[in-house]
């Protein structure tokens, strides 16, 4: 009796201990073979593409983004950030689920930064929605954030605390769902819908403390582009989005200021630096045309 | 009872087993982002990174880019307790293929027994964080690196 219970486990162990085993020969044959490329790790989806990449891109959150933005003295213009209603539109495709979860980050955090409590707890509830779509549930759900948000209400620094500790669940879920690709799109949307609300304050102001925080938040173009092209074969729209940036980063450094920095390797100083509003003109337009895409 | 704990206790040993035939340290990002998170206050919470490691018989390197905004301030933190075998950090000021870089930060100052570091930057607009992968004696290890990067609100 004993002897039949023990062999079902072991007969299932020995079947497992054979498939690893042949796991580890092909890496180190894959190993012996090609000894400078990454080997695969097996349980690890295409979503995860970048694990195994050499190299790999820490982007900035949309809170950082925005915390930057707000230093340049930009004030609050309320019909800017998109629409809060407009959730359940996005409920199509991981890219349009993705990128608008960033769209509405950077909202959050451009409310947040601005002191509209109200607003930012409106899009909190936004992020919340369309971050169910994403499986991204649990990371809003936890410690009662809906009531904390309104017990720290007018705090800032706990407010901006627990807006910071729910980025981080978002992020380890992303980690836990193997979809690393959905949060390089997600920051991608940010980053567009941060660089239009600047843009359009530019617009409005001309003020040279806001072009500045521009320039600086355009310098991130390239590594979201990097970060992007390493997973480009996970979502259809990807190529395109990737086209759309490099574009406006070709328009960015065709600014002559900024080709003869590049062209001396130089480091921007985007402080000192002086660009016309004709030269920002064509690039704006494109972020505008980038945004207005994203959100349609 | 028997018949249901002898299977159970037989399974639970050879997966023990199992895990320590490739090296393999389950990785959970959980548990090793909320340890890192604990040493980055006063910072604020921007981003982090989990990265792969797979020990291969030469030494190799993993590089993270972290782009960040002139003048503000950061701290990294890192969270090591899931590598097999020990594993270098260096931050440069370029990345692992440009001639003269510069060395900002070593993990090999700390002590060789320590599984986080923290490192504390400003006036940089990217680093580049390299995992410095030693050789594995036989068969491909495997394990994770936690980076987490904190900003400070003046």
């Not at chain 1, 836990?176 to 530019?202: D, F, M, R």
């Not at chain 2, 293929?97 to 490192?119: G, I, Y």
Request: net charge neutral; hydrophobic share 40%.
């Amino acid at each position: 009796m004993t002897i039949k219970l023990l062999a079902i486990p072991i007969i299932a162990a020995s079947l497992t201990f054979f498939s690893c085993g042949t796991n580890s020969e092909d890496q180190k044959n894959q190993s012996a073979e090609e000894p400078d490329s990454t080997v695969n790790i097996p349980d690890v989806a295409l979503a995860a593409a970048t694990d195994d990449n050499e190299i790999s891109y820490n982007l900035p959150s949309p809170l950082q983004i925005a915390y930057v933005f707000k230093k340049s003295g930009a004030g609050f213009i309320s019909t800017l950030p998109n629409n809060k209603a407009n959730t359940t539109k996005y409920n199509t495709s991981n890219y349009k689920k993705a990128v608008n979860f960033g769209v509405y980050s950077a909202d959050l955090a451009y409310c947040l930064f601005n002191k509209k409590y109200q607003e930012s707890k409106e899009y909190l509830k936004a992020c919340k929605d369309i971050g169910s779509y994403l499986g991204l549930d649990k990371a809003f759900e936890s410690e009662n954030m809906a009531q904390r948000f309104d017990k720290n209400i007018s705090n800032d620094d706990s407010l901006i605390k627990l807006v910071s500790s729910v980025q981080m669940k978002t992020d380890i879920m992303f980690e836990e769902n193997k979809q690393k690709h959905i949060k390089v799109l997600a920051i991608a949307g940010a980053w567009t819908e941060s660089l239009y609300i600047a843009c359009e304050i530019y617009t409005k102001d001309k003020n040279k403390k806001i072009q500045a925080s521009l320039l600086e938040q355009l310098l991130l173009s390239e590594p979201i582009i990097k970060a992007l092209k390493s997973n480009k074969n996970t979502e259809v729209e990807v190529p395109a989005l990737i086209a759309s940036i490099e574009k406006i980063n070709t328009e960015f450094n065709m600014i002559p200021a900024i080709s003869s920095a590049v062209e001396k390797d130089e480091e921007i100083d985007s402080n000192t630096i002086s660009i016309t509003d004709n030269e920002m003109r064509l690039m704006i337009e494109s972020i505008k045309a980038l945004r207005a895409e994203m959100i349609k | 009872m028997k018949t249901i704990i002898i299977p159970i206790l037989t399974l639970t040993f050879i997966f023990i087993l199992m895990s320590f035939q490739t090296g393999n340290i389950l990785c959970n990002a959980k548990e090793m982002k909320e340890k890192a998170s604990a040493l980055l206050d006063p910072y604020k919470y921007d981003s982090s990174e989990m990265t792969k490691i797979l020990y291969k018989t030469k030494e190799s390197v993993k590089e993270v880019e972290v782009p960040l905004f002139i003048g503000e301030k950061y701290r990294f933190v890192f969270e090591m307790e899931a590598l097999p075998k020990h594993v270098e950090v260096q931050i440069y000021n370029k990345d692992k293929n440009s001639k003269n870089r510069k060395l900002l930060f070593s993990s090999k100052e700390s002590a060789s027994d320590k599984k986080e570091f923290q490192f504390d930057v400003t006036r940089v607009r990217t680093v580049y964080v390299d995992y410095i992968v030693p050789q594995a004696e036989a068969g491909a290890y495997t394990g994770c690196a936690v980076f987490m990067l904190g900003y400070r609100l003046k």
